[in-house]
């Protein structure tokens, strides 16, 4: 299975079956322990990433450049998190928050940018 259609597959079951999180413990453990800390650390190359024309260390390395069909299915993923998700995950959404905030730096891809727009656009809806 490709990273992407198990991104899409899970942002498929988080928007679908809200329900069955809330009310089954064993489901509210797992996305707490398992998913969260997964989608946190799927976003780390997307962070970390710097245009090589603006940094003065060396060159990154080519897995850690962000890919944008991870990125756009993470910040979709996201979006369902802390817009259905929020009162079982408060920490993990200030974290999620905080990362969409980063994707707005100015040292960005503009993909990167207009995809955290989307995204923070989603959220406030």
């Known amino acids: 299975m490709t990273?992407?259609?198990?991104?899409?597959l899970l942002e498929?079951?988080?928007s679908s079956f809200p329900d069955v999180f809330f009310r089954h413990t064993e489901?509210?453990?797992?996305?707490k322990e398992r998913v969260c800390p997964l989608i946190i650390k799927l976003f780390s190359?997307?962070?970390?990433?710097?245009?090589?024309?603006q940094n003065t260390g060396p060159a990154p390395n080519p897995?850690?450049?962000?890919?944008?069909?991870i990125?756009?299915?993470l910040l979709r993923i996201v979006s369902v998190l802390i817009q259905r998700y929020y009162k079982m995950?408060?920490?993990?959404?200030?974290?999620?928050?905080?990362?969409?905030?980063?994707f707005l730096d100015v040292d960005k891809p503009p993909w990167?940018?207009?995809?955290?727009?989307?995204?923070?656009s989603l959220i406030c809806n």
Not at 27 to 31: A, E, P, Q, S, V
Not at 63 to 69: A, N
């Open 45 to 53: 190359p997307n962070i970390k990433y710097r245009q090589s024309g």
């Open 63 to 69: 897995s850690d450049k962000p890919y944008f069909p």
């Open 112 to 120: 990167q940018r207009a995809l955290a727009l989307e995204s923070e």
């Open 71 to 73: 990125s756009m299915r």
């Open 27 to 31: 489901f509210n453990f797992l996305l």
């Open 12 to 14: 498929s079951i988080l």
């Open 89 to 102: 995950l408060v920490t993990e959404c200030e974290i999620f928050l905080s990362l969409i905030v980063k």
């Open 3 to 8: 990273r992407t259609f198990g991104l899409e």
